[in-house]
Antibody, heavy 120, light 109 residues
Framework: QITLKESGPTLVKPTQTLTLTCTFS??????????VGWIRQPPGKALEWLAL???????RYSPSLKSRLTITKDTSKNQVVLTMTNMDPVDTATYYC????????????WGQGTLVTVSS | QSVLTQPPSASGTPGQRVTISCSGSSSNIGSNYVYWYQQLPGTAPKLLIYRNNQRPSGVPDRFSGSKSGTSASLAISGLRSEDEADYYC??????????FGGGTKLTVL
């Protein structure tokens, strides 16, 4: 079965760079049509899409955050890494990674999420 | 401010049918598929509807989706207490980004 799990720091200081890793199983990011995305949710607020990477290394970013985000994949390790620079307290949120099939266009499997707090 | 507009709250009694609306524009809902997610308290979102009206395996047929023009709706029939959750619509936007609604908190009275 497909599972995903996010990992990374729970606390980062303002201006620091956040690096999150999504480790998955049950699928391969070298399979045609497969993608992994990142979505975040500030406490008590709505979901916000951040980035998406596909099997062919096609990458998409939220226009409002594009300058701060980088998404990469390591197919051999079954991992996707998201980096976000210049962290601010407003970036405090639960960060999710999720599996996506290009033909369906939806995030059909989600990780449990990891809460990242930005504070000095 | 979310790109897709949803009512912040909705409610119904057990057995009732409730609908949740999602309004967008020609660059997202008007030209792309709509998706719906259910988020139970303290858990990750779960896919309910994909490609406007398709249900993944395991999602009860009490849940249905529809789309017309730049708006979409999620209908829940035979409302149950376990349906109490936050519901989000989403769509791809022609700006090459995914957009979400602000979420609707459904209360089962």
């Amino acid at each position: 079965q497909i599972t995903l799990k996010e990992s990374g720091p729970t606390l980062v200081k303002p201006t620091q760079t956040l690096t999150l890793t999504c480790t998955f199983s049950g699928f391969s990011l070298s399979t045609s049509g497969v993608g992994v995305g990142w979505i975040r949710q500030p406490p008590g607020k709505a979901l916000e899409w951040l980035a998406l990477i596909y099997w062919d290394d096609d990458k998409r970013y939220s226009p409002s955050l594009k300058s701060r985000l980088t998404i990469t994949k390591d197919t051999s390790k079954n991992q996707v890494v998201l980096t976000m620079t210049n962290m601010d307290p407003v970036d405090t949120a639960t960060y999710y990674c999720a599996h996506r099939l290009d033909w369906a266009g939806s995030f059909d499997y989600w990780g449990q999420g990891t809460l990242v707090t930005v504070s000095s | 401010q979310s790109v897709l507009t949803q009512p912040p709250s909705a409610s119904g009694t057990p057995g009732q049918r409730v609908t949740i609306s999602c309004s967008g524009s020609s660059s997202n809902i008007g030209s792309n598929y709509v998706y719906w997610y259910q988020q139970l308290p303290g858990t990750a979102p779960k896919l309910l509807i994909y490609r406007n009206n398709q249900r993944p395996s395991g999602v009860p047929d009490r849940f249905s989706g529809s789309k017309s023009g730049t708006s979409a709706s999620l209908a829940i029939s035979g409302l149950r207490s376990e349906d109490e959750a936050d519901y989000y619509c989403a769509a791809w936007d022609d700006s090459l980004s995914e957009v979400f609604g602000g979420g609707t908190k459904l209360t089962v009275l």
